[in-house]
């Protein structure tokens, strides 16, 4: 899971005993992290990296004193550039403002909630059989205008495809948003959340229990889409990263 540049993970292993007489004063490149247990002796302080981030090196730090320090990888992220015909989805009307400003104070609610009520164990699993179509972190334009980057993964598959929870937890969100179309948001516990946007529909209701595996969902082409796909996306403790690095971990 380590994968220390912009949109990826910082996973640093560091004695247990050391972390456990100084946890109030130890920080991570100044951003969240949240912690494993390895074993008996040691503990993983893991940390998302943000896609904006322009810092060379993250040092974890106790009392003032940089105990580690982790050179970054400067990812390329390649561009797309898509073109919309429906204005609406591009420059929304005036009047939709207030729904959009609301929909992400919700999104950035869910992507913040740091529940302890369950750990989970990785790896996830893909939560859908289709053809990915656009990357995490792409550097997106819509009708020639720069965009956000792509916070995502993107999976085209035909309206009606099945969509699965990737890892346990607990839904959310499961309602209609404008650009996100169907969503559903799931906590996977201790600040790990995953959402899937762009839904024909959910099958699942807020608050209820999901385990890995299970369908949640259709793959529909709701919101704002070119086309029927799933946009699956992965945050740690608010920060979206790239979802393709929980598939492959076994820590
Ligand atoms: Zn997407």
Redesign the pocket.
């Given at each position: 899971m380590h994968s220390p540049y912009p949109g990826g993970v910082l996973n640093v292993q560091i004695d247990g005993a050391l972390f456990d007489a100084n946890k109030e004063d130890i920080t991570v490149g100044q951003s969240p992290y949240m912690v494993c247990r390895a074993g008996f002796k040691n503990v993983n302080l893991i940390s998302p990296i943000p896609l904006s981030s322009k810092k060379s090196q993250l040092d974890i730090v106790l009392n003032n004193n940089v105990i580690e320090s982790i050179p970054l990888i400067n990812k390329e992220y390649r561009e797309s550039r898509i073109t919309i015909t429906n204005n609406d989805m591009v420059s929304p009307p005036k009047k939709m403002l207030p729904r959009i400003k609301l929909e992400a104070s919700i999104i950035k609610a869910a992507k913040n909630i740091n529940s302890l009520s369950n750990y989970f164990v990785l790896p996830m699993k893909m939560p859908i059989k289709g053809i990915e179509s656009?990357e995490f972190g792409v550097k997106r334009f819509i009708n020639g205008a720069p965009r956000n980057r792509?916070t995502?993964?993107?999976i085209a598959a035909p309206e009606g495809t099945d969509v699965y929870a990737p890892l346990d937890g607990i839904v959310l969100l499961s309602e209609e948003f404008f650009y996100r179309g169907n969503i559903i948001y799931i906590d996977h516990g201790n600040g790990l959340v995953s959402s899937f946007?762009h839904l024909q529909k959910s099958l699942v209701e807020k608050n209820s229990k999901v385990k890995a595996g299970d369908l949640i969902g259709k793959v529909g082409k709701t919101g704002r889409v070119t086309g029927p796909?799933l946009?699956w996306e992965v945050s740690i403790l608010g920060t979206t990263v790239d979802p393709k690095l929980f598939l492959r971990t076994t820590n």
């Open positions: 656009s792509h995502g993964l993107d946007s796909h946009h």
